[in-house]
């Protein structure tokens, strides 16, 4: 369908032409939204089967939360990389500005929200508990957005060199993470527990996931038509905040259970993988290489990811934990950054 760019008022006699346009232009914005109920659904079916089997393997939640859950919510960003990568890729152009420009703005503007939105609201909610030793953690993370961003600036090409040490790191990172977990054995035997039924719903999970991935890019790129706004903006805004409601809901869910190494494994290990494992396999199939002359919001996007980051960081310091003026400054921040760039 061809979406009409138009500053399109319904006239008083409400014409049909009128309408028909105005359900144009609205249609990129249904259809955005249906493909973030499809993540956020699929991607809770996949973490909660997950889950259960992990539970019977007996791994520690901190695990549970970094490895198996975490993999599971960054399957949106790993997923619109990908698509955009296959989809809007020219062979022709080596730059690849479209597809580089939504990969760079949905891992970094995930990460983001990661620390940002999501943490940031839990614990203006509820308060977030650091109950693991997780201070190496939260260094790497900060270390491997700035790695990122480093490139971002300086207009260093990410390629398939870049790819394979990042996709080593990723090995030696769940090493580093069974290596100092223990598992724990305060399981529930008693769970109703069907390993069929339960690979079957994570395999139509994937299926939803690479349906909620296509309506989210194809109509991300087209809201950003209608509103002029350049695909790394929007790959930073509506694309990362789309990718990152399965850490939202999902947190949510854990912080009001009291799982703290639930949630903060999740967050910790979701940002993480998506640049070791998502930005890893991406650059496998294309460069990336986009220039900072690109972001219309500048040093924003540097000065929030820094901030929020070392938000997190003096809070597990000072108090281990994050508390409320501090969850509502990061979200003050986010929503900063959300403004300036659209």
């Known amino acids: 369908m061809i979406y009409i760019k138009t500053d399109m008022v319904i006239n008083d006699d409400g014409t049909l032409l009128g309408i028909l346009l105005f359900l144009n232009n609205l249609l990129p914005f249904i259809l955005f939204i249906l493909g973030c109920i499809f993540l956020y659904y699929s991607s809770e079916s996949f973490i909660d089967k997950s889950i259960l089997i992990s539970h019977k393997m007996r791994i520690s939640p901190i695990i549970i939360g970094a490895s198996v859950v975490a993999l599971g919510t960054s399957l949106p960003e790993l997923l619109v990389s990908l698509y955009s990568i296959f989809s809007y890729d020219d062979p022709n152009n080596m730059q690849n500005l479209v597809s580089s420009s939504i990969i760079i703005g949905n891992i970094l503007g ?3 929200a990661n620390i940002a939105l999501v943490v940031g609201f839990c614990a203006f909610l509820y308060r977030v508990i650091f109950e693991s030793d997780v201070l190496k953690d939260i260094i790497f993370i900060s270390f491997l957005g700035i790695y990122v961003l480093v490139c971002m600036y300086f207009n260093i090409t990410i390629n398939y060199i870049h790819g394979l040490l990042l996709l080593s790191s990723f090995i030696f990172y769940f090493y580093y993470l069974i290596k100092n977990n223990k598992s724990e054995d305060e399981i529930d035997d008693n769970i109703n527990f069907n390993l069929i039924y339960c690979v079957f ?6 299926v939803g996931l690479s ?4 309506l989210v890019v ?4 087209n809201i950003s038509k209608l509103w002029g706004v350049s695909e790394l903006n929007i790959g930073f805004s509506i694309v990362a905040l789309g990718t990152s409601l399965p850490e939202l809901f999902t947190g949510l869910s854990s912080i009001k259970r009291k799982k703290y190494n639930l949630f903060i494994g999740n967050i910790i290990g979701s940002n993480i993988l998506n640049i070791i494992f998502v930005l890893g ?3 496998l199939f294309s460069d990336i290489n986009v220039s900072s002359s690109l972001i219309d919001g500048g040093s924003i996007i540097a000065t929030v990811f820094i901030l929020s980051h070392l938000i997190l960081f003096f809070n597990y ?3 281990k934990t994050v508390s409320k003026i501090s969850g509502f400054l990061l979200l003050l921040m986010y929503f900063s950054f959300l403004f300036n760039l659209l």
Do not use: F, H
């Open 218 to 221: 194809e109509n991300a790129l």
């Open 281 to 283: 396999i991406s650059s």
């Open 317 to 319: 310091i000072l108090k």
């Open 201 to 206: 719903i994570i395999l139509v999970s994937i």
């Open 110 to 112: 995930s990460n983001i």
């Open 211 to 214: 349906l909620g991935t296509n």
